[in-house]
């Protein structure tokens, strides 16, 4: 049990356009959701979290005007990188939990924008 | 003081030693200790989570908690090839506010070699 999909696994996009990615609790109704970014070699850096109807809690320094995320159900959760820079290039990984603060992680996002 | 220290290594074993993998931490809030395992460009995949102080195994794995000494380790028995990859862990508070969100390691990249 316990099982996190994102979709897609990797997209390609030229700059100015927008990217929605996609996070599913497939066996379980999560709780609360989080969206995480990963530059290579390093760890995983919080970019908000978001509760099933609710607006998300963004961290200090992220954009949320940039970095859209819509939590619509207890088992869905979108992320929209708006307006994508070459900048914004980086791997983007969802997780959920359903309680204790363990979180199940998807697969993740990798974005390139050229 | 960072909350949570760990060694990054790398750390390269032959096939069929034992592993031990291990954080320190700050923060006496913490009350769920977790490790994941993470492959190159994929999501963090939880391996074991333990609830306060005490042992847990499952398989190969067994990981440890020593609450009075903020100290957290991750033993593999007869590890293989395929648990080369980067080991998190990484600590939450599990109630109150901001409870769920996690307090990670840098991460320590196991190598196994054939």
């Known amino acids: 049990g316990a099982v996190v999909s994102q979709h897609p696994s990797w997209v390609i996009c030229k700059s100015g356009t927008s990217v929605k990615i996609e996070c599913r609790s497939l066996?379980?109704?999560?709780?609360?959701m989080f969206w995480y970014r990963q530059f290579p070699k390093q760890s995983l850096m919080l970019m908000a979290t978001?509760?099933?109807?609710?607006?998300?809690?963004?961290e200090q320094g992220v954009e949320k005007d940039k970095f859209l995320i819509n939590h619509a159900s207890l088992t869905l959760s979108t992320l929209t990188v708006t307006s994508a820079h070459p900048e914004d290039s980086s791997f983007y990984i969802c997780?959920?939990?359903?309680?204790?603060?363990?979180?199940?992680f998807g697969a993740g996002t990798r974005l390139s924008v050229l | 003081q960072k909350e949570v220290e760990q060694d990054p290594g790398p750390l390269s074993v032959p096939e069929g030693a034992i592993v031990s993998l291990n954080c320190t931490y700050s923060?006496?809030?913490?009350?769920?200790f977790m490790w994941y395992r993470q492959y190159s460009r994929k999501g963090p995949e939880l391996l074991m989570y333990?609830?306060?102080?005490g042992n847990k195994e499952d398989g190969r794995f067994t990981a440890q908690v020593d609450k009075s000494s903020k100290y957290i380790s991750l033993f593999i028995r007869d590890s293989q090839p395929s648990d080369s990859a980067t080991y998190l862990c990484?600590?939450?508070?599990?109630?109150?506010?901001?409870?769920?969100?996690?307090?990670f390691g840098k991460g320590t990249k196991l190598s196994v070699i054939p």
């Open positions: 990484a600590m939450s508070a599990g109630s109150g506010a901001g409870s769920y969100q996690l307090t």
């Open positions: 333990t609830y306060s102080s």
């Open positions: 997780s959920a939990t359903r309680g204790r603060g363990i979180q199940y």
């Open positions: 066996d379980f109704q999560a709780t609360t």
């Open positions: 923060n006496s809030a913490f009350q769920y």
């Open positions: 978001s509760n099933e109807g609710s607006k998300a809690t963004y």
